[in-house]
């Protein structure tokens, strides 16, 4: 059922729950779901960087793509890494299926530092699937190679974002000159997860995007701009971009609609693909120690947060993130028109420690 759009979500201390309510029937999320198209995905480059692009499919096309994570250490270390690791993750996506005409709005999204473009494929398939075409470059000066590598790291991350926004536009992304023709210019959105804070930042407050909404992921790094709607996500147990630091930054957000919503348990990796993959063998990072790399500290310690097993297991954590992305997404594009809307309310959350909106 449509109805205008309406956030309303108890918290813990609210009363008269059942305990053993689980979050499946006591959280209604509507935009949690998958959405109504096929997702497919292709991968490009623009200033011989590799870029990733999720977007709706006319069909699926052969076994949905994945990626192996061994593909991001140095050569050596790869052939360390037995081939039956489970090192790779699998998307709700097909690579290279035909595109499906009609017109889609565009979402940005910026890796944090150690990561890679694909870290968060869960959520990038997922807004393709509601209809976004979502372009995602790698950073290499910040990526997790480069960390890996322990060199000279940098940020040029915005002029990236930017760069293959334009040469997507333009039709010059190899491979995406029929996609082009299926996007909207004019309706744009950023998101990043941690030191994606930081572009998220630029494009909507230093270009002429006009950027309809953004999402700021376990980052205190947000836009100034007053007029552009933005959702911040945090995670209760992140040693990183911890929640005292974020609650107090989304506080000096003069953005409106602002929205701010944590989740129970949950840390730094929680926004991410990570703490999923190798899990039966302790994670990527215990694996990677097996195989006999050498770990940076910053990297043990980034790898590590939000993996824990006291820490919110990555799929419940995507469910939340999925939907709060997408529908505050939806909402600026059609102006909080017809929209479903979601409810924690009457019981405990399993997931969600807090939510604010302000309009």
Not at 45 to 67: I, K, L, M, R
Not at 230 to 248: K, N, P, Y
Request: hydrophobic share 45%; with cysteine; glycine share 8%.
């Amino acid at each position: 059922m449509k109805r205008p759009l309406l956030l309303v979500l108890c918290l813990p201390a609210l009363i008269g729950c059942n305990d053993a309510v689980t979050s499946d029937s006591c959280e209604v999320l509507p935009y949690a779901e998958t959405g109504p198209h096929v997702v497919g995905i292709m991968e490009t480059a623009w200033d011989e960087a590799p870029v990733e692009v999720w977007y709706p499919a006319a069909a699926a096309s052969g076994q949905p793509a994945a990626y192996d994570m061994r593909n991001w250490l140095p050569e050596e270390t790869r052939e360390a890494i037995p081939l039956a690791s489970p090192t790779s993750f699998t998307m709700n996506a097909y690579r290279g299926a035909a595109a499906l005409p009609g017109s889609y709005p565009i979402v940005l999204f910026s890796h944090g530092f150690g990561g890679y473009r694909l870290q968060s494929s869960f959520l990038m398939t997922h807004l393709a699937s509601w209809g976004f075409i979502v372009i995602a470059p790698e950073h290499p000066e910040r990526n997790i190679t480069s960390v890996l590598a322990m060199g000279e790291i940098g940020d040029d991350s915005s002029r990236q974002l930017r760069g293959a926004l334009d040469a997507f536009l333009a039709g010059e992304l190899p491979g995406l000159t029929e996609l082009a023709g299926y996007a909207q210019p004019t309706n744009i959105f950023v998101s990043g997860h941690s030191a994606g804070g930081a572009p998220v930042q630029n494009l909507v407050d230093d270009s002429d995007l006009n950027v309809r909404a953004w999402a700021g992921m376990a980052t205190i790094a947000y836009p100034t701009s007053e007029t552009t709607p933005g959702l911040v996500l945090a995670g209760e147990a992140d040693e990183i971009a911890e929640i005292s630091l974020v609650q107090r930054a989304y506080s000096e957000l003069s953005a409106r609609p602002k929205t701010f919503v944590s989740l129970r348990d949950a840390g730094h990796l929680a926004f991410s693909d990570i703490c999923a993959i190798g899990r039966s063998e302790g994670g990527v990072l215990a694996i990677a120690m097996t195989a006999g790399l050498e770990i940076p500290n910053v990297v043990a310690r980034l790898a590590t947060d939000g993996c824990r097993e006291t820490n919110l297991p990555a799929e419940a954590g995507w469910r939340p993130i999925n939907h709060f992305v997408t529908e505050h997404f939806l909402a600026a594009l059609h102006s909080a028109g017809e929209m479903q809307s979601s409810s924690v309310e009457g019981c405990p959350s399993d997931t969600i420690a807090e939510f604010r909106s302000e309009l």
